[in-house]
């Protein structure tokens, strides 16, 4: 009960910083998309849409879109950025559709939010059969000595060591598949200090705490040798996509 509530509270916190997130927050490699979309038919639902980074990417390729989210905060900043997808208030354990309405269920950078065993059947409660969950983050890459240091200041979440577990799913969906995408995402030293202030482990500290994070990276940005005050700043990342198929 505690760790949920706990999970509940970081989710939420995200209402507090939702331009920051949308500013500074990568969006999702064209590969990822069209991995995950592959096979697929009708309706998507973008679980745990957030301010629409995967939305956007999917309504460019074509697709219908639900983006459902439990921050309304989120939601207007998705509102206005991709007016094409309907907005809805929900979350991955109480999904505002109708029984066998959507053909995928894709979650990005949120189903570590959700509690899988609520989520799992609610998922499958809105799928047709032989629908597909896709689940994807994109997480920094701490094989980089100096992205290693950026996840210690930052906060261990949004990184692969690859050490990492498979998130679960399992029934009533089939065997996980897996597929990684590696990229960079080009940023300015403001861009890398936003985007630790999107996290939900910098907006729950204090303001003191939260002060001495950012000191904290600019020493990293002015000091670390493969960075040395770098005007733009590459950032590799590892995207992780999951899909599985729903039995029948």
């Not at 980074?53 to 921050?71: F, I, M, Q, W, Y």
């Not at 309907?86 to 066998?100: M, N, Q, T, V």
């Amino acid at each position: 009960m505690r760790e949920r509530r706990e999970r509940v509270e970081h989710a939420r916190s995200f209402d507090r910083a939702a331009e920051v997130y949308e500013a500074s927050r990568p969006g999702y490699p064209a590969d990822a998309v069209a991995w995950l979309t592959d096979g697929t038919e009708g309706l998507v639902v973008d679980l745990g849409a957030g301010t629409g980074k995967l939305t956007r990417a999917l309504v460019e390729a074509g697709r219908e879109v639900v983006a459902v989210d439990p921050s309304p905060q989120m939601l207007a900043v998705l509102g206005e950025r991709v007016p094409e997808a309907e907005a809805r208030l929900g979350s991955g354990e109480s999904l505002p559709l109708p029984d066998a309405s959507a053909g995928l269920v894709v979650a990005a950078q949120a189903w570590h939010w959700v509690d899988p065993l609520v989520a799992v059947p609610e998922v499958a409660r809105v799928l047709r059969p032989g629908g597909r969950i896709g689940l994807v983050w994109n997480d920094r890459d701490e094989s980089v000595e100096w992205v290693r240091e950026l996840g210690e200041l930052m906060g261990s979440g949004d990184a692969v060591t690859g050490d990492e577990e498979d998130p679960v799913v399992g029934p009533p969906f089939g065997a996980l598949e897996r597929f990684d995408v590696h990229w960079v995402q080009a940023l300015t030293l403001d861009g890398l200090l936003d985007l630790a202030r999107s996290r939900s482990y910098f907006i729950t500290k204090d303001p003191d705490a939260q002060a001495a994070v950012i000191g904290s990276l600019r020493r990293l940005h002015a000091e670390h040798p493969d960075l040395a005050g770098a005007e733009t700043i590459e950032l590799p990342y590892v995207t992780r996509c999951y899909r599985a198929t729903l039995d029948g």
